[in-house]
């Protein structure tokens, strides 16, 4: 399509946006396809009501009862968003797990411990991403409490971002991702006396256990690059604009075929006197969008607090709250973390999350 412009188009998308009006931008393919900024007289939310399903949902994870097990949140032909809660480990011998559906990415919301795999040790803190590729045996050392957001990949392998233009060391430094020790595991299992004798296996959303006389995890060497790694948070460097404000799409930190998944971390806020500084209002049209809000201050929303999701499916507009709006020319930077997974497909949501919705999310975008 050929680039046209009427009216008041402004030259740069979220910069120069006339006095009191309101910028929307629409867009195809994740922020990636054609796109288009329209100007409006009103914030594209000020909806009054809202009768049927399509409407902006809000959850709170912290009330939901912990079930010891992965509780399935949302969920699609492509990808499955869950969250399980882990216990402090007790004894020596250790059960394994591997997921024959498709690979695994954890995020460490809260909880300290280790993760024994075939390849050998990893660490993981909250802020940490641990990538387990499909069917990749793994046990946790539980050192404290845990609570995990797993998005699950079962159409394709989770990939690097594209990085263009800014080369092999932004958004992170390939030297950031967390390799597996084989030797820190030995010794560590030879000390605690740890051996792991099963082995549960998800293959089809059902569960098949494996026993062995001998532990399994006795590997005494490898090469190759499959293999579990991690990724934490702090090491994650965003890329940024002190002139204008960048799309979503900019903080991606792991790609799979149908969705993509964003880390928001605290930055600067950009520094020209008519630029954006919010959150800009857009139909992300062809994704849904998932937020799992992990800690900081959430500026861009009111009555926010950590360990609470957002869903806003596509077929609608949405942005910034009004009172981010009127108090971020306040702010000069972010002090948030947040996950967000963007879908290709409609998500379904599980039944368990009504419980744990906040009903009248959708008025608060009313002034």
């Known amino acids: 399509m050929h680039h046209y412009s009427q009216g008041k188009a402004t030259r740069q998308g979220h910069k120069g946006i006339p006095a009191e009006h309101y910028e929307e931008e629409q867009g195809l393919l994740g922020f990636f396809g054609p796109v288009s900024h329209l100007i409006k007289k009103k914030p594209s939310t000020r909806w009054v009501e809202i009768e049927g399903p399509l409407r902006p949902h809000m959850y709170d994870l912290v009330e939901l009862p912990n079930s010891g097990q992965w509780q399935r949140l949302l969920y699609n032909q492509s990808v499955t968003i869950y969250k399980s809660w882990l216990s402090p480990s007790s004894g020596n011998s250790l059960k394994a797990q591997r997921n024959a559906d498709g690979d695994l990415l954890y995020f460490c919301h809260k909880g300290r411990g280790q993760v024994l795999t075939e390849y050998g040790l990893l660490d993981y803190s909250p802020g940490q991403y641990l990538v387990m590729p499909k069917c990749l045996t793994h046990s946790f050392v539980v050192e404290e409490p845990t609570e995990f957001l797993i998005i699950e990949n079962l159409t394709s392998h989770y990939q690097e971002p594209e990085r263009g233009l800014v080369g092999r060391h932004a958004p992170y430094d390939i030297n950031a991702l967390g390799k597996p020790n084989?030797?820190?595991?030995?010794?560590?299992?030879?000390?605690?006396?740890?051996?792991?004798?099963?082995?549960?296996?998800?293959?089809?959303h059902q569960p098949t256990r494996f026993r062995y006389r001998e532990c399994i995890l006795d590997t005494v060497g490898w090469k190759g690059d499959l293999f579990p790694y991690t990724l934490h948070m702090d090491h994650i460097m965003p890329l940024m604009s002190h002139r204008v404000h960048l799309p979503p799409s900019a903080h991606t930190s792991f790609v799979a075929r149908d969705f993509v998944v964003c880390s928001f971390?605290?930055?600067?806020?950009?520094?020209?006197?008519?630029?954006?500084?919010?959150?800009?209002?857009?139909?992300?049209?062809?994704?849904?969008?998932?937020?799992?809000y992990h800690d900081g201050d959430f500026f861009s929303r009111d009555n926010l607090h950590a360990g609470m999701m957002s869903f806003h499916p596509a077929g609608f507009p949405h942005g910034p709250h009004p009172k981010a709006v009127k108090t971020v020319e306040s702010?000069?930077?972010?002090?948030?973390?947040?996950?967000?997974?963007?879908?290709?497909?409609?998500?379904?949501?599980?039944?368990?999350?009504?419980?744990?919705?906040?009903?009248?999310?959708?008025?608060?975008?009313?002034?």
């Open 265 to 292: 971390l605290p930055r600067p806020l950009e520094q020209d006197k008519d630029a954006l500084k919010v959150p800009f209002y857009h139909q992300n049209i062809d994704y849904d969008e998932v937020l799992f």
């Open 331 to 367: 702010k000069t930077e972010t002090n948030e973390y947040a996950v967000m997974v963007d879908t290709r497909w409609p998500l379904q949501v599980d039944p368990l999350l009504q419980s744990v919705e906040l009903a009248d999310y959708w008025k608060s975008w009313q002034e």
């Open 182 to 204: 084989l030797e820190a595991q030995q010794s560590l299992m030879k000390n605690k006396g740890y051996e792991v004798l099963e082995v549960e296996v998800k293959h089809l």
